[in-house]
DNA sequence: GTCTATATGTGGATAGAC
DNA sequence: GTCTATCCACATATAGAC
């Protein structure tokens, strides 16, 4: 077998730069009003190159959310696998969700955000990667009101929904470099999850 | 004085109905994806037309957000004047805001998601209003913190964003017509407040 | 106040040289 | 694979009649 000439030198390069020049222009200025060129232009290239890769802005957009579904899916994913706890696998998978927001924070911001910009076959295609993610918060979160780590009496739907809120705004105010870490963050909606914020006593 | 010949017969109806039906058509297209010929139409007008009212595409959209934050800011502020006991108005607040997001969807949810759509000096005016917003709450949490509703340890900026999270996200999967109403959804963000959801006794 | 007609700009996309 | 050049559609906005 003859070995091969070339080491893998990354050839991600190509395309990674497009995908994240483009998340990014998309986060600052929204999708709509962001044109191949400046996409172009933020890669050193001209208009017309960015067809070889991609066949319509659309598709670029997509690409986007694929990576973004999966990134989130992998974190929580390994998340659950990293203990045999479930209290703790529960608190490890919200903080793998917040990570997820931060590991590449404008792939996910268009997962989040850009979503009416799809057709509808792509819509079709991303709401189904999307509805997956969320069916494995839902197989989690059935496990632990099964276990009793969630209490028994809590609506499962609405947890995820009002959690997913809590979680996703994150997204919209996260700053690097502000007052609140992502830990103090998963800490702080840890400890809203375990006992609520109104003192105990005035509780009418 | 004499006396006014015709009766004040609400005269919104002209431009009450452009704003609604760009609220609408912006909610299910985006701001960016929905020309004025389209809010035209859906007025029974020619897109000139629209350019007596709002001289620029942009304006109407500010517009629509400053009532917006007008419709947020008095539902909540009435919620507090509603009760004295500084518990009940927390409820109320809280059920103050998710009642916004209903009595006209569309108007709040432009509010929410369109902000990138809004240039520098338009969208200065509009975070100006937004702030002013968040900082009644941040008066509402504070209140709340010293009376002993809510924990004294709770970082009450943290809880508003988070808290905002939870509530803001409701506006993207809301149904009318769906399991949960808007009253059930309030009572299961004020159990969280009160209790959380993780089952006393196995809180690590 | 609403219409017609149109100016003007821009963006996505294609064809084909290199 | 990237470039040049360009087509085409469409959107905002304006001017001026009615």
Redesign the pocket.
Known sequence: MVHKQAPPVRKLD?QGKILSNAARLFREKGFEK????EI?EAC??????L???Y????TLLVELMRRGVGLVTAEVEMAYADSDDPVQQLRFCINAHLRALLVDPDTVYALLFEWRSLGPEAREEIVALRDQYESLWAEILAVMIEKGVIKKNVDSRLLRLIGFGALNWVATWFDPNGDHSLEAIGDFVWQIAIGGVITKGVQS
Chains 1, 2 share one sequence.
């Open positions: 190509d962001t044109s191949l060129k172009a050193n290239m001209l208009p017309g190159s067809y070889y890769r066949s319509t802005k659309e």
